[in-house]
């Protein structure tokens, strides 16, 4: 499906009352997302749907007696009304095809969406994007790469995309985050109800530092088939996916695939043969679906070169001349005082400390990209 360009807006619509009418149609019983984007493709606005007789709606693909019906007689303006006073609400915007914030590269898509509903800033349409997924149920292993690729994709000037999931996704935004940089969530549910809801104080911080991203209503429930449906949102923002750990079947190896139909690039991180955890992304280096991934310049040999935007939280620490230990609080200060300048297994360090290996790693990889921390083979650490 193409999707309208900002110069093809004629000239005497006018934006908020076709903005109106997207929302309105979206709105219309029986008028998902595929069905809007079908309605989008035939007919050259919004409002132009509403207009539209009887036999001309259903010719339209997927739309039949029925919900052309509701389309016809679809005039609840209140319900439309209370669709913007929600996304005032929320502090969200409706991103229409028309509008040139929505992203050139999920235009290039077979099936991009008919518009999305945002919370926080989408960067320039040209930013490099890269997208990182894997299983809900990681290990300390996928958790903390994640984390610490997705940190240094900032550093080199990327922007981190990843659906909020538990798991891989979390850390993956987090790894942004906890870097300074810029990261994007595409939701399975609506922008105003956040799935999981654990993860609602993630999302503000994604918002404050990026975007989060949805094509559903803005109090939609987290369906089941809305997860793997939003995965071409996924894959389609990005220059290229990287699995970082998968089950033999899962949603990421779906991004993966979709990465590959769209012409993106795809990358796996290798896991041990045994790990079930590992058993996808195995494969998908296997058959050669997916570059092998051991460090981040891995991927950067694959796309295109780029001018780093190195964060704030970065160059402030060289202003100050270096990092600082007297800085860290909480976990970092018990985990940097228990370090030495001999190295310790994470295992020893977890031990003497009582913190769980889950909290331990990702504080870790915190101190190591602060350079207090250096991390050695076989999960040793040591002071810089």
Known sequence: MRLPLEDDEPPDRNRAAEQRAL????????????????????????????????????KVEGIGEQTAEAILTFGDRAAVEEEMERAEELGATLVSPWDERFPDRLREIYDPPAYLWMRG???????????????????????????HLSAELVRRGFTVVSGLAYG?????????????????AVLGS??????????????????????VLSEYGLDAEPDAPNFPERNRILSGLSLGTLVVESYAEGGA?????LALEQNREVFALPGGITKDSSRGTNRLIQRGHAKLVMEVDDLLEELPEITVETP?????????????????????????????????????????????????????????FRGLVRQLAGKQFRRS
């Open 23 to 58: 929302i309105g149609l979206s709105l219309v019983a029986g008028v998902g997302p595929q069905r809007l984007r079908a309605l989008l493709a035939a007919f050259d606005a919004p409002s132009d749907a509403f207009r539209a007789s009887r036999s001309a709606l259903t």
């Open 121 to 147: 800033t989408l960067p320039p349409t040209d930013a490099p994007m890269v997208t990182v997924v894997g299983t809900r149920r990681c290990t300390d292993y996928g958790r903390a790469q994640a984390h």
């Open 168 to 184: 891989i996704d979390a850390a993956a935004h987090k790894g942004a985050l906890d870097a300074g940089g810029r990261t994007i």
């Open 190 to 211: 609506g922008v105003g109800r956040i799935y999981p809801q654990k993860h609602t104080g993630l999302a503000t911080r994604i918002a404050n530092n990026g975007a």
């Open 253 to 257: 190896l779906i991004t993966a695939r």
């Open 312 to 368: 704030e939280e970065v160059d402030a620490e060289t202003v100050s001349g270096g990092p600082d230990p007297n800085d860290l609080s909480g976990d970092a200060k018990v985990l940097y005082e228990a370090l030495s300048e001999s190295p310790v297994h994470v295992d020893a360090l977890c031990e003497e400390t009582g913190l769980d290996p889950s909290a331990a790693l990702p504080t870790l990889l915190k101190l190591e």
